[in-house]
């Protein structure tokens, strides 16, 4: 096997390709070689390394794939790896390409952004990437915190067997203390858990200091060097002691287990921390893995296999029964179901034909078809809603000012208790007074968690907005999410909201002994030369019952009454009950129908065929199924209910009749709908505003929350807060239970925050010791300490099983 020569850049650019072709691109203006391992092109210039196996060079992208093929490098030139996903190659089509450098954020300081991974200056926690398609399941801060804590315990353990010695008969265990190398043992085992493992917590805590924004690292980083530092000099000088920090012995107490113990405990929370917010973010990373690496591009007659980052828009792609949707596009040829329960949350699957819309990373269950690609990479749905929901995941709801202000203070105080605990119990404690003193001062620095405070609220917004991207609720800040909590009045448009937004036939009466399906025929074989809405709504109902219309000629419409043709040799007129009445055609045997489907808010059609009316036919836009139990449903809740809508005042009032609504305007232009908007808000009133239309567009922008239905345009749904993906009103009754279930756990989280610092302080400087004879140990505070974060960050995880769905039946 030949022995493999290696270079290495600090620069990269790379652009992905095929992972099956490695060495260089023959004939290319500039040499351009191939990641092995991920498949992506490097220029020989800019790559992070390079390697000669066999023969042959290979240039990397990055170290990681640089290390991976030298590790293995038969595996990634046998096609036994099909494409790393490291650095977003071939096998990770969801990520960013690696030249890409990603910013970083604080999941608890938003507003602190870095261009490198570090720590935030803030609160000490590592940065968590900012782009979604950037970001990776590997954690190299996890993978290092665990690394440490690991080998912390190695000397840890032992160290604490060693100090509890004290437990065994006092003969033994004063015969051990009277050793002089007692403990130096105990430096030998505390010391690498102190410089070592616990060097990112100092570096932490020196950087808060630096910065002047105290956090835990503060605390833990002054009670590790406190019981560390005076235990070493206790080792080293203990001739220099006062006989209060002695034993009987004369030996002085040490508290090097405390200070080994407490870093292992610090550990261990960091890596539970750490894990339980990389599970907050498992409904992003979930999306991001469903779209398929490659797709079957359909070119020529000829079927191949490309990456997925190599289709553009206009390529006709084969989509194979039980296959993930690659990119958004039409149906050309073929017809399948589709589970698109992903972006909706709707689990049955949506039948598809020649013209439907398919969106990337739903799942194709039954027939293959070819599609033709329309959005592709980051302009797809799956991809947008992937970058709403990590930008709102960002986000800061208001609540969280109450606990920053407390925090604030918070540091400090605890700097000032431990101050005060170690005074009172030096000047008035039992002997030993001064070594008791530190070890109580120690136990308040390591207790106080102001961590659990500050993840109190951007935990449960995190875990939240995720939970309503997986049932099809896109929340684009947190601000909205909790704004819905309080909201007292929705309003809702009317056409494509309340209603389908789909003209239909809801009723059709024949006369003169014509028959139902022939009144439609003779409508249909005219409606289908003309371009009127209310056409359409003919044309679809004639194709739902198969009847063939019959040969319309000599067509020709009148402006805004109707049309005249001649069907199977005799003259039809369709239009308005005005326009038939003009051409001398009897309509009182209809006026008891038409009368009933006005009322009713529908526009009635009129057909004349041979100079005598054939039929009427009722068109009306019809109310979602489900409005009526929404809408009950939020009256329940004390919400007030108001259309606004531009239609007109009949057809307004007759659907705000059959669904109770509370208050209807209608005949309103775009700027009269936020006006009215502005008018609901007066008296300190929250208003949610419910639509699809551009028309919408100004009232969801000025509304406290703006709701857009997903099959709104793009207008509507960019100037909305909350996005609904599928068209169902039932997202609205669940956007309102994520904001309870979010503030819910958002003051359980507070509660758990304050609740252990106020009685877990106290507690550790002492104050229960003139009753009960209690002092606690540092090492429980530190354990104590970190339960405390991962109580509040596994309290917010519950928000991830929580049931969004609401009783309306």
């Known amino acids: 096997m030949s022995q493999p020569k290696e270079t290495a850049s600090t620069s990269r650019g790379s652009e992905p390709v095929s992972s099956s072709d490695h060495g260089l691109v023959a004939g290319a203006e500039t040499p351009i070689g191939f990641d092995p391992v991920c498949g992506m092109k490097v220029k020989p210039e800019q790559a992070a390394g390079s390697m000669t196996y066999e023969g042959e060079t290979y240039y990397f992208c990055n170290p990681r794939c640089h290390e991976k093929f030298r590790a293995e490098p038969t595996k990634y030139l046998s096609g036994g790896a099909s494409g790393d996903s490291c650095c977003g190659g071939a096998g990770g089509a969801n990520h960013a390409p690696a030249g890409y450098t990603g910013k970083y954020t604080c999941p608890m300081h938003p507003e602190v952004i870095s261009d490198t991974f570090s720590t935030c200056p803030d609160c000490g926690m590592a940065l968590e990437p900012m782009d979604p398609f950037n970001a990776s399941d590997e954690n190299p801060e996890l993978e290092d915190m665990q690394k440490k804590f690991y080998l912390s315990l190695i000397f840890s353990v032992p160290l604490f067997v060693l100090a509890m010695i004290e437990m065994l008969p006092k003969t033994i265990s004063a015969d051990l203390h009277k050793t002089w190398i007692f403990n130096w043992i105990q430096l030998a085992l505390a010391l690498p858990v102190v410089a070592s493992c616990g060097m990112p917590f100092f570096q932490r805590g020196w950087q808060s200091f630096k910065t002047g924004k105290l956090n835990m690292f503060s605390l833990i980083s002054i009670g590790v060097a406190a019981a560390f530092g005076y235990s070493v000099f206790a080792t080293v000088a203990p001739d220099l002691l006062p006989a209060s920090f002695k034993m009987d012995s004369g030996h002085p107490f040490v508290y090097f287990e405390s200070a080994a113990v407490i870093i292992s405990l610090v550990l261990l929370g960091q890596v539970l921390e750490l894990r339980a917010r990389s599970a907050t973010g498992a409904a992003v990373r979930g999306l991001l893995s469903l779209t398929p690496p490659t797709a079957h591009l359909v070119d020529a007659g000829e079927e191949r296999d490309v990456n ?10 084969r989509v194979k029964p039980g296959e993930k949707i690659p990119v958004d596009g039409d149906v050309a040829d073929g017809e399948s179901s589709v589970d698109e329960s992903m972006l909706t949350g709707e689990p049955m699957p949506v039948s598809k034909r020649r013209g439907d819309g398919v969106s990337a990373g739903t799942l194709n269950k039954s027939g293959s078809f070819v599609m033709i690609a329309r959005k592709v990479g980051s302009d797809t749905m799956l991809s947008h809603i992937v970058r709403m929901v990590s930008e709102a995941q960002r986000s800061r709801a208001p609540i969280q000012a109450t606990a920053d202000v407390v925090a604030g203070y918070f540091v400090p105080a605890v700097l000032t208790v431990a101050v005060l605990t170690f005074a009172i119990w030096a000047t008035l404690g039992p002997a030993p007074a001064l070594a008791l003193g530190l ?30 991207a997986e049932s099809g609720v896109l929340i684009r800040n947190a601000e909205a999410l909790q704004a819905l909590e309080k909201v007292d009045t929705v309003i809702f448009d009317k056409t494509g909201t309340l209603t389908e937004g789909k003209p239909r ?62 069907v199977d040799g005799k003259p039809v007129l369709v239009g308005s009950l005005k326009f038939l009445q003009e051409n001398g055609i009897e309509l009182a045997a209809a006026e008891s129908t ?87 808000q007066q008296g300190d009133k929250l208003v949610a505003m419910v639509g699809d239309g551009v028309n919408d567009a100004p009232a969801l922008s000025t509304a406290n929350v703006g709701i857009a239905m997903g099959s709104g345009i793009d207008v509507a749904i960019e100037s909305a807060s909350v996005v609904l993906i599928r068209s169902d009103l039932n997202g609205v009754l669940e956007a309102f239970n994520l904001s309870a279930a979010m503030m819910k756990n958002v003051r359980q989280n507070l509660f758990l925050a304050f609740f252990y610092n106020t009685v877990s302080v106290p507690i550790a400087a002492g104050l229960l010791y003139p009753l009960t004879g209690f002092l606690l140990n540092p090492m ?3 354990a104590a300490m970190s339960l405390s974060s991962v109580s509040v960050i ?12 609401s009783d309306v039946n």
Do not use: W
Request: hydrophobic share 50%; proline share 3%.
């Open 308 to 317: 997925l980052e190599l289709v553009k828009v206009g390529d006709k792609l």
């Open 439 to 468: 070890a109580n001062a120690v136990a308040v620095l390591i207790i106080a968690c102001p961590c659990a405070l500050g993840l109190a609220t951007p935990m449960s917004v995190t875990v939240a907005i995720g939970r309503g």
């Open 505 to 566: 036939v809801v009723e059709l009466v024949s006369f003169n002994e014509f028959e139902s399906n022939a009144v439609l025929g003779i409508a249909a074989a005219v409606e289908r030369f003309s371009e009127h809405p209310l056409a359409e709504a003919v044309i679809d109902e004639t194709a739902e019952r198969m009847i063939l219309p019959g040969d319309a000629v000599d067509f020709e419409a009148v402006t805004g009454k109707g049309v005249k043709a001649t």
């Open 594 to 680: 038409v009368e009933k489907l006005a009322a009713g808010g529908g526009t009635v059609i009129a057909v004349a065929s041979g100079g005598v009316l054939a039929g009427v036919i009722g068109i009306a836009d019809p109310v979602r199924k489900e409005a009526v139990d929404v809408v009950r449903v939020l009256k329940e809740r004390g919400i007030k209910t108001v259309i606004l809508t531009g239609d007109a005042k009949a057809t307004a009032d007759a659907v705000a009749r059959v669904l109770n609504i509370d208050e209807v305007r209608s005949e309103l232009l775009p700027g009269d709908k936020q006006a009215a908007v502005k008018g609901l």
């Open 780 to 782: 429980v505070a530190s």
């Open 794 to 805: 596994g309290n917010a995880l519950r928000l991830r099983a929580v049931s969004l769905k």
